[in-house]
């Protein structure tokens, strides 16, 4: 697989960590410079006659330097007020969903959500959606990961996103006995799979395997999510996954494919 070279941003052309700490010292720092030099301009070449509009020049400036000071302090408190926000509503919905609070953990995982969406939540908030049943909620957001605007990035971008997501569309289908749309799923995700090697990955599929829905689920539907589980955790038995990468899903055949 080709390696796609990430294009450095301002901020990593000027640092090797460019943490928001650094980054912001460093805009604090441009900011005193820029008013420095605007009242050493001012006092030097002398662009203000008088003393006294001078001292006025002078006090606007520093109202002017405390105002933006001010502005970024804030946002700054801001910030880290809301990454600890974030932080403890993700452990919070993670801890919830162990003790099978699935709404609880839902409402968790939307409000971290919209305060930065990442991946992982997202993820997360759909699988808890499959396990409360809320299958029109969780096609709503399923449809919001692919789309992407002026204003919103696209959430899931990496191809190990992708499988999750795949996965899940698969298992939504499968629960509800709807086969068909299923293996059109686990098609896209055996080609993703294959393509970038990345077969086994970090996700828990305890909590989906311990639902009440899993539970119900018989028949080929039950052996396509068994098998589905059996191939993404890397657990899987290589006949089997032979069978599995060619279309046969269902089966539970150990003989070699012909």
Not at 243 to 258: D, L, M, N, R, W
């Amino acid at each position: 697989m080709a390696t796609r070279k990430v294009k450095k941003d301002f901020w990593e052309q000027l640092f090797v960590y460019p943490s928001f700490n650094i980054r912001f010292g460093f805009t604090v720092g441009l900011i005193l410079l820029f008013f420095v030099a605007i009242t050493f301009t001012i006092f030097k070449l002398k662009i203000i006659e008088g003393v006294s509009d001078q001292i006025s020049a002078l006090n606007l400036i520093v109202q002017l330097a405390l105002l933006v000071l001010g502005i970024l302090a804030a946002y700054y408190a801001l910030r880290q007020l809301v990454e600890t926000r974030f932080i403890n509503l993700d452990e919070a919905a993670t801890q919830e969903l162990k003790r099978n609070h699935y709404s609880r953990a839902i409402e968790k995982w939307r409000e971290a959500f919209y305060i930065r969406p990442e991946a992982s939540v997202f993820t997360n908030m759909c699988e808890a959606f499959l396990l409360t049943g809320d299958y029109d909620t969780f096609d709503q957001y399923a449809r919001m990961s692919e789309s992407s605007g002026f204003l919103s990035k696209r959430i899931i971008q990496e191809s190990s996103d992708q499988i999750i997501l795949l996965y899940l569309k698969a298992v939504r289908h499968l629960l509800v006995k709807n086969q068909g749309e299923a293996e059109k799923h686990i098609v896209n995700l055996v080609t993703l799979v294959k393509n970038d090697k990345l077969l086994g990955f970090q996700w828990d599929f305890m909590d989906l395997q311990r639902s009440p829905s899993y539970q119900d689920l018989s028949g080929e539907c039950k052996n396509i999510a068994e098998n589905l589980i059996a191939y993404l955790s890397k657990t899987i038995q290589p006949t089997r996954r032979e069978y599995f990468e060619k279309g046969s899903y269902a089966t539970q055949a150990v003989e070699p494919i012909v």
